[in-house]
């Protein structure tokens, strides 16, 4: 059975760009996760999806959105990127609606120079 | 607002020791607790989850117990390995079903 899979793994932006990450749960899986992990701050929650709704959501700027499409892969957008978005962005899914054993994939590390 | 605090941040033994790693958290209106694992570079191995009515959890040479009312969970790790080394998080799921991270604990076995 895969894994939770992320893409992409490493990239770099410059300030005022923006950046789509993708993640795709385990099969029959329907709630996804977003986490920032950052040095500073820690694992910090952002948003949670079940089912394409937005259940969940962590104490993050606008600048941060997502969505779940129908076969619940899960994408999140960072709109004019800051330096401090700098960051491992992990993905997690469920199979229960938020109090089930969360899977994580590897991270998408986002450098913002 | 529910803080979740874990003791130590670092700890490194010999190969073979018991060790405990501590987790406490200031709310107890808790729906679940979680230990973690996670390598350099790496996402997030899940170890142990403790529903809130649950006492303890066991999987292999690992033990986690939950004592909701003194928000208190300890990660007991027995005979460790050198393989063991790595950060340990716990995270809890608050009553608005947001998980609430520990800072983690790194943990280095010596050979």
């Known amino acids: 059975k895969a894994g939770v899979t992320q893409t992409p793994r490493y990239l770099i932006k410059t300030r005022g760009q923006q950046v789509t990450l993708s993640c795709s749960p385990i099969?029959?899986?329907?709630?996804v996760s977003w986490y920032q992990q950052t040095p500073g701050q820690g694992l910090q929650f952002l948003f949670e999806y079940f089912s394409e709704t937005q259940r969940n959501k962590g104490n993050f700027p606008g600048r941060f959105s997502g969505r779940q499409f129908s076969n619940s892969r899960s994408e999140m957008n960072v709109s004019t990127l800051e330096l401090g978005d700098s960051a491992l962005y992990l993905c997690a899914s469920s199979f229960q609606d938020g109090t089930g054993e969360l899977f994580f994939g590897e991270g998408s590390r986002l450098t913002v120079l | 607002k529910q803080e979740v605090t874990q003791i130590p941040a670092a700890l490194s033994v010999p190969e073979g020791e018991n060790l405990v790693l501590n987790c406490s958290f200031t709310d107890s209106a808790i729906y679940n607790l979680q230990w973690f694992r996670q390598d350099p570079g790496k996402g997030l191995t899940s170890l142990l989850l403790i529903q809130s009515s649950q006492r303890e959890q066991t999987s292999g040479r690992l033990n986690a117990s939950l004592d909701k009312s003194s928000g208190r969970s300890t990660l007991y790790i027995a005979a460790s390995q050198p393989g063991d080394s790595a950060t340990y998080l716990c995270?809890?799921?608050?009553?608005?079903?947001?998980?609430?991270w520990g800072a983690g604990t790194k943990l280095i076995i010596k050979p």
């Open positions: 995270a809890v799921t608050d009553s608005n079903y947001q998980l609430i």
């Open positions: 099969s029959g899986h329907r709630s």
